[in-house]
């Protein structure tokens, strides 16, 4: 019997032909296809010869298959049109027939095979038997239905003010950065979530049930053990998981939480700084010196990094920094911020980018309003010296650091081009994000930026004052976040665990943020079940990954900073390292990105960082000098801690 004989028995899947695949020839035709029935499930097989056979076959059609869906996708982001969607759309459909071929008989083999195979090799079985769902085509399109209509409600619905119309991004979100009026605030705070967020619920909670009927079905617990594999130090995956044994979700939500209660002290020291400051600047009327933070007062719609407020609590406002000043007057080129960061990585050790990076990439705005100016880094794949940046770069300080930190994913993928198609990608998610963030830490560092002549000060020297100025926009924009996402991964988990009623959601979601982040909503009235605030963030009403992902690489980018610095630049508090013209000391740290994801994350850890779990010690050492700071200032003015 065929391998289609044998898929199609488990659902009755409809698999589409090599030639749907615009001319990909890969696993429809292998020798995997000619296997029979009883080899995957009988004790006899040749596990090694057919695990094997299976990596060959997934190998050939995960390159083909992820270099022109690359392709496909970056002429969406460049030229977008109904044509290149269109085309999108259906190569994206042909492919996950193929994708789900394997992914079935990799689920098959490792359940005869899963304790016989050695490890290297049981665990890229396993990679691929975690890599998705298959719905029946009812289900199928039921879920695209319900998910076209949450993502045109979230990114299409307006809200109309004055006879101009507001979208929930970029228009209400950006008002919570720019704005000082506690009434404008308020207004854009509650348009979407009164007006359209509401209509997201029903859907919301309908692909949730159809996730984990389908779960279910495939032997998880939740859709949720699903989603963290990845980020497991046991990455191998275990035969426990396809008996249906749950305990993978409760074993990362424990890690998360671990770094959250490392951080929580100094959050709530940085949370009570924040609302005097705030208290002092818009008074009782609109905030409780002694209680939550107003959500809408944080700079944020979501309350998650509060960075852009920081000219209301900047501690020392006479040393103020002008590095946009300094850039503009420096460089006379948006290249020129392109070619400074390229600089900076040739400096600790990386080859200059390929002659095709600045052939390829999109630098600025092509000016057609076709193009997604959203700053980001791709691979092609094929070649595997093929990436390409797309930003609508200017010269300041925020297209500097963006500069830094996509590049850092582009010599990522540079990095790991040595290795197979199923380990071409970052350790886990995570590690993607951590890699530019560190860059970005140093590129943006006091130090770095003094050498540099950047910091727009007379003198260009860095003050005490200073350095608590730095420390402080740097602790907005990264301790806040830290509770944010935790709580956006608690809520989703307990929604779909069912830990929450369906008729208890908004109640959880308040719940959840007035206990770890210490906010409440604008009028701090309670919030009734007619409402669905939680699908205000875009990251929740799309719903397809695990969002600690990202607090995930806020603690790594510490962790490799420390690694760095001790190799560059030692003897530096953190917050002052600046490793820029030592080569030598990036030597672990891109053997590490060489590994991808060839390796379980915590080796690849260990290698770039010399520990093999998170830590957010480093983070707080990082910010040792402020927690002292505000101990200091919070007991010189006797301000309350807590909410």
């Given amino acids: 019997m065929s391998l289609r004989t044998i898929l199609m ?27 029979p029935t009883k080899k995957w499930f009988s004790g006899d097989l040749d596990c090694v010869k057919n695990a094997t056979k299976l990596m060959e076959d997934y190998d050939i059609c995960k390159g ?10 970056w002429d969406i982001n460049v030229h977008d049109s109904e044509e290149a969607r269109k085309a999108s759309a259906e190569f994206n459909k042909a492919s996950a027939a193929v994708h789900n071929m394997i992914f079935l008989a990799a689920r098959n083999l490792y359940a005869s095979c899963g304790d016989i195979l050695k490890s290297d090799l049981r665990r890229k079985v396993s990679m691929i038997k975690e890599g998705s769902l298959i719905l029946d085509d009812s289900d199928k399109d ?61 859907p919301y909670l309908a692909v949730a049930s159809i996730l984990e009927k389908w779960s279910h079905k495939f032997n998880y617990s939740s859709t949720t053990e699903q989603w963290i594999y990845s980020f497991l130090p046991e990455g191998e995956g275990q035969a426990e998981f396809l008996r249906g044994i749950g305990g993978r979700t409760q074993k990362y939500e424990r890690s998360v939480r671990k ?46 990094e509060w960075d852009p407020i920081i000219d209301l609590v900047l501690p020392y406002p006479g040393e103020k920094m002008d590095v946009d000043g ?86 990522y993928y540079l990095a790991y081009a040595g290795v197979d198609n199923l380990s071409y990608t970052g350790a886990t998610p995570a590690f993607h994000e951590a890699v530019g963030d560190t860059i970005g830490l140093m590129s943006m560092g006091l130090t770095h930026l003094s050498s540099k002549r950047l910091l727009g000060t007379d003198d260009n020297r860095v003050t005490r004052e200073m ?58 009235e309670v919030r009734g079940e007619n409402y669905f605030d939680a699908g205000a963030k875009y990251h929740i009403a799309n719903r397809r ?49 060489s590994l991808g994801a060839s390796r379980p994350w915590p080796e690849a850890l260990k290698v770039g960082s010399g520990k093999e779990d998170l830590d957010a010690s ?10 002292n700071w505000l101990d200091d200032f919070i007991r010189n003015e006797n301000i309350p801690v807590g909410w």
């Fill in 142 to 202: 039921e879920l695209d239905k319900l998910a076209g209509e949450i993502e045109q409600t979230y990114n299409f619905a307006t809200v109309t003010r004055n006879g101009k119309k507001y979208r929930m991004e970029p228009d209400l979100s950006q008002i919570l950065v720019d704005s000082r009026d506690p009434d404008q605030l308020k207004w854009a705070w509650y348009a979407f979530r009164n007006e359209h967020a509401p209509k997201m619920r029903e």
């Fill in 64 to 73: 083909q298959i992820s270099a022109k869906s690359s392709h496909l996708e």
């Fill in 545 to 593: 990954y695990v969002y600690t992902r990202y607090l995930q690489a806020r603690v790594l980018q510490f962790m490799f900073l420390e690694s760095l610095c001790a190799k560059g630049d030692p003897g530096k508090p953190l917050h002052l390292c600046d490793i820029s013209g030592n080569k030598s000391s990036t030597d672990q740290f891109r053997e590490m990105l």
């Fill in 9 to 35: 028995l488990h659902h009755a899947f409809t698999l589409l032909t090599p030639s749907d695949l615009y001319q990909i020839e890969c696993s429809t035709k292998s020798g995997l296809q000619n296997l």
């Fill in 326 to 411: 300094a850039l503009q007057r420096k460089y006379d080129d948006v290249m020129d911020i392109f070619h400074e960061a390229e600089n900076f990585y040739k400096s600790i050790g990386f080859d200059p980018m390929p002659e095709s990076f600045w052939e390829k990439s999109v630098f600025t705005d092509p000016g057609d309003g076709k193009t997604d100016c959203h700053g980001s880094a791709s691979t092609m794949v094929y070649p595997r010296d093929d990436v390409r940046l797309l930003m609508c770069a200017k010269v300041d300080r925020k297209h500097f650091h963006t500069a830094h930190h996509e590049m850092g994913h582009d010599y």
């Fill in 259 to 304: 770094i959250v209660d490392q951080v929580h002290p100094l959050f709530r020291k940085v949370h009570a700084y924040v609302r005097h400051k705030l208290h002092q600047h818009y008074g009782s009327k609109v905030l409780n010196p002694e209680g939550p933070i107003p959500s809408h007062l944080t700079g944020s719609m979501w309350g998650q």
């Fill in 467 to 524: 350095e608590i100025n730095f420390l402080m926009q740097t602790a907005l924009m990264k301790i806040p976040f830290i509770a944010f996402s935790y709580v956006v991964d608690k809520w989703t988990f307990d929604v779909y665990h069912g830990t929450v009623s369906g008729d208890k959601v908004n109640e959880h979601w308040w719940h959840l943020i007035l206990t770890h982040q210490g906010l409440t909503t604008p009028e701090m």
């Fill in 618 to 627: 480093v983070m707080l050492k990082y910010f040792e000098p402020l927690e």
